[in-house]
């Protein structure tokens, strides 16, 4: 089974911190993402990468950015969290040919 | 980008009852649409999905339809149990990027 896991469940950071949050995959998937989930908006793109160093903005990237040195770790980066980042933030895996995604348990982040 | 609207937000039925849920997609290149399953305090789980050259897919209780003159899809959900309560997601594939739907909670009556 594909396994996706995010280092932190639970967050509690203070506005202006910086912040990591950390997705590891084992099945050697091509493509990894992140996405923002809050109630009644769904799941939202934030960044994505096909490749180690390359990524690509997705639909809310401001406030954001990623990093992803090897294949298997891409890793969410707030630069200076704001309440307005107050989250859950998901993890996700893509071989690139089959279709399905597949996420972590997500990591949850209270910027207060 | 790709814009996919889902409704209704919420549905509650019967248990035995079926259960629909329906999305628009607003870009043709669209050509892949799944649907995500999430269990309270759980990951999203692929339950289904349909490529763009498939009108209908069936897997035991649930049916996908597409229509793509209409970029429109839905979900269909025969006998539902209590176990099929959950948040249930739509998306839509262009090229890297899936698209998600605002989410439907479903909840089954005993």
Redesign the interface.
């Known amino acids: 089974d594909v396994k996706v896991t995010q280092s932190s469940r639970y967050l509690v950071k203070r506005t202006g911190e910086k912040v990591f949050l950390e997705c590891v995959q084992d099945m050697d998937h091509e493509n990894m993402f992140w996405y923002r989930q809050d109630p009644g908006l769904g799941l939202r793109l934030i960044y994505f990468s096909y490749d180690v160093k390359m990524k690509e903005k997705g639909d809310i990237p401001e406030g954001y950015s990623v990093s992803r040195e090897k294949k298997e770790r891409f890793s969410l980066i707030l630069e200076s969290a704001s309440t307005n980042q107050t989250s859950m933030y998901l993890c996700a895996s893509w071989t690139g040919t089959t279709g399905e995604l597949f996420f972590g348990e997500g990591s949850r982040l209270t910027v207060l | 980008?790709e814009n996919?609207e889902?409704h209704p937000?919420t549905l509650s039925v019967q248990e035995g009852d079926s259960a629909v849920i329906k999305c628009t997609y607003s870009d043709s290149a669209s050509n892949?649409f799944?649907w995500y399953k999430q269990e309270l305090g759980?990951?999203?789980?692929?339950i289904i999905?349909i490529?763009s050259n498939v009108g209908e897919k069936k897997d035991q209780r649930i049916a996908v339809t597409l229509n793509k003159t209409a970029k429109h899809f839905s979900l269909h959900i025969t006998e539902t149990q209590p176990e099929d309560s959950a948040v249930y997601?739509c998306a839509a594939?262009v090229d890297?990027?899936?698209?998600?739907?605002?989410?439907t909670t479903v909840t089954v009556r005993a």
Do not use: I, T
């Open positions: 980008g996919v889902q937000s892949y799944p759980k990951r999203p789980q692929l999905d490529r997601f594939r890297y990027k899936l698209s998600f739907g605002a989410g």
